[in-house]
């Protein structure tokens, strides 16, 4: 790579907002070049043999080495933080940010950075939603956009689900779900057979929709079923980006370099000149092109930008939105004693939406786990007594376990620059918000209004905010400062050059943002080459 | 302080429970055990109970150890 190298579109990044991105630019008959670090752990992944889960705990001599990983990676230890549900064969998603991305956090902040092939996409959860038009509005996203986007998105992704609250804009055009298993089907039909929201707080509860095949389609199989899924795919059924990156990658106008981290990027001219070094020899490298798309990921796109002459140099702080997290691990009391048969996945079963009736921004967003492939010792290590009576009782409540994921409307904290580098990233500091809004009143009202479901709340974990691992809103859009982004997400200063992730954000709803990110990111591939509207 | 190192189990017995967990000979030891509802009620009260005198028990021993 010599510094005269002209490309006409780059991607920076192949997580959701850049496979996606690269999609549309081929479809719109560009030429790109994406270029991404693009860490990957096929050797583990391919071991792991393609049967159920309680098949294989039976006939797999080899298990360990998946199931608690080579130096025991597999084993929790210490306090639960952020990525503690990435197993030894999904651990590479963060193994190279963390070498490499110098980030201080404050006190309570536990965050998951990733340059990882398919990034934080790779260890998504595939729970699928849709902002409403006024969420979208209030992000600085053009409703219009989004909602077309995302049609074409589920059909690109393959999805499953019924008709709901969640995935409002998607209409009836979603292929039918995966089954529920005994544990969520219990809970599910006691919601509907008790009368509805009777108090000022209301629940929504459902199935929750997935990014996961109930259907077979070209090169991917329907959901087997195994309960695999914090461990293997081999039958490609839960959306990845790297089965997008897979399906260009023999377009001949479509390149991807691998190994290749952008540290910064500056105006020449017309062009956009991007620089950044190989990780493994360390070596400097440049590039041009007419247009960029940075989709780095929120916090990846900032670091970038803060480091870049002429656009971040004055920089020291940018805001970061994060939706607070915790998980409450619940007994499903009514099902105590009752052996779960059917066969099942190990993605979240149910959706919930609760919010304050008058109040829409109030909105919590639920998933809901059962909980068995992720094995007991993890579950033995949170009692507080000896492992063999601890192993007992996990025994005894395992299959009326439900884990249920809570997520709040984002709020703000902060990237600090702490230093820059001409020939490196830059090294940041990331900070929860000072002052964390109280939500405990709604979230007591939910706790009961799920007690009334049979849903007892053995603990709460709290891995520390940024551990939903739902980040956007460092570059607003239209907001003051030293960068600037326009209402086409293009870079003030700066017209070949795009952000294609969650960064311009303004809010950051409750409900997860991976779908919308990926609308975002198509249809500014679309403004990028000139093709919107 | 009391409740991270010396009720709960520790790495080390963690990390032994664990390769235990993951031998196919041992799978029978870590299946879904079944009594029916007041059966496991009843049997999740009593060992939450014993349980916990038992880790109040090896307090000492473990402060001993440390």
Same mark, same amino acid.
């Given at each position: ?81 952020v ?34 092939l398919?990034?934080l ?127 260009i990658s023999?377009h ?9 981290l ?8 017309s ?79 149910l ?59 984002g709020?703000?904290g ?20 000072t ?8 979230l ?7 007690r ?61 943002l ?20 | ?34 009594? !029916?509802?007041? *059966?496991?009620?009843? %049997?999740? @009260? #009593?060992? !939450?109970?014993? *349980?916990?005198?038992? %880790?109040? @028990? #090896? ?8």
């Amino acid at each position: 790579m010599n510094d005269s190298e002209l490309h006409e579109y780059v991607v920076v990044g192949s997580g959701p907002g850049g496979a996606i991105a690269a999609h549309r630019l081929l479809e719109l008959g560009k030429k790109v070049l994406l270029i991404d670090v693009g860490d990957d752990d096929p050797d583990l992944r391919g071991k792991i043999p393609d049967l159920p889960f309680e098949k294989l705990r039976t006939t797999d001599g080899n298990q360990r080495e998946y199931f608690l990983g080579s130096a025991e990676e597999g084993i929790p230890r210490g306090r639960v933080r952020v990525g503690a549900h990435l197993t030894p064969p999904r651990q590479f998603v963060r193994r190279r940010a963390d070498r490499i991305l110098s980030t201080e956090l404050s006190g309570d902040t536990s965050i998951m950075q990733s340059l990882a092939l398919g990034g934080l996409g790779a260890a998504w959860g595939a729970g699928i939603a849709t902002y409403s038009d006024a969420e979208l509005a209030a992000a600085g996203l053009d409703p219009g956009l989004i909602n077309s986007a995302y049609h074409e998105v589920i059909t690109r992704i393959g999805a499953s689900g019924v008709p709901c609250e969640m995935i409002s804009k998607l209409g009836n055009r979603i292929p039918r779900p995966l089954p529920l298993d005994d544990n969520a089907e219990s809970v599910l039909s006691r919601f509907r057979s008790l009368p509805k929201n009777s108090s000022e707080h209301e629940l929504e509860l459902g199935p929750y929709p997935l990014a996961a095949l109930s259907e077979s389609r070209e090169g991917r199989e329907k959901q087997p079923l195994h309960d695999m899924d914090f461990y293997s795919d081999s039958r490609r059924s839960v959306f990845r980006p790297r089965y997008i990156l897979d399906e260009i990658s023999s377009h001949p106008q479509f390149s991807i370099r691998r190994g290749l981290l952008v540290t910064s990027i500056k105006r020449a001219g017309s062009l956009m000149e991007l620089k950044g070094v190989h990780v493994d020899g360390g070596e400097v490298w440049k590039l041009s092109a007419r247009r960029v798309i940075l989709a780095a990921g929120a916090i990846g796109t900032a670091r970038i930008l803060m480091n870049s002459p002429g656009l971040g140099e004055n920089s020291g702080i940018q805001p970061l939105l994060s939706n607070p997290y915790r998980y409450w691990v619940m007994l499903n009391y009514p099902r105590l004693g009752k052996r779960s048969e059917k066969p099942r996945h190990s993605l979240a079963q149910l959706y919930g939406l609760f919010r304050h009736r008058d109040k829409p921004d109030s909105e919590v967003s639920l998933s809901f786990y059962s909980y068995r492939s992720l094995l007991l010792f993890k579950l033995v290590r949170e009692f507080p007594m000896p492992t063999q009576i601890g192993l007992f009782l996990a025994r005894l409540i395992v299959d009326s376990l439900v884990i249920v994921g809570v997520h709040e409307r984002g709020t703000e904290g902060r990237i600090r620059l702490i230093r820059r580098s001409e020939n490196g990233p830059a090294e940041i500091r990331i900070e929860a918000p000072t002052e964390i809004e109280t939500t405990n009143l709604q979230l007591k009202s939910l706790a009961r209004r799920l007690r009334g479901l049979g849903l007892v709340r053995l603990a709460e974990v709290d891995p520390g905010w940024g551990s939903s691992i739902h980040y956007a809103g460092t570059i607003p859009a239209g907001r003051a400062g030293v960068i600037r982004v326009g209402s086409e997400f293009q870079v003030e200063g700066c017209p070949g050059l795009f952000i294609g992730d969650s960064s311009p954000w303004k809010v950051l709803p409750a409900r997860g943002l991976t779908l919308t990110l990926m609308a975002h990111a198509r249809s500014v591939a679309e403004m990028a080459a000139g093709e919107s509207r | 302080m009391l409740k991270s190192r010396l009720l709960y189990p520790t790495d080390e017995e963690v990390a032994r429970l664990a390769r235990m967990e993951c031998d196919p000979g041992s799978v029978n030891r870590f299946t879904p055990i079944s009594f !029916g509802f007041l *059966g496991n009620l009843v %049997a999740v @009260i #009593l060992t !939450g109970c014993v *349980g916990l005198i038992a %880790a109040l @028990i #090896l307090v000492p021993v473990r402060l001993f150890r440390r």
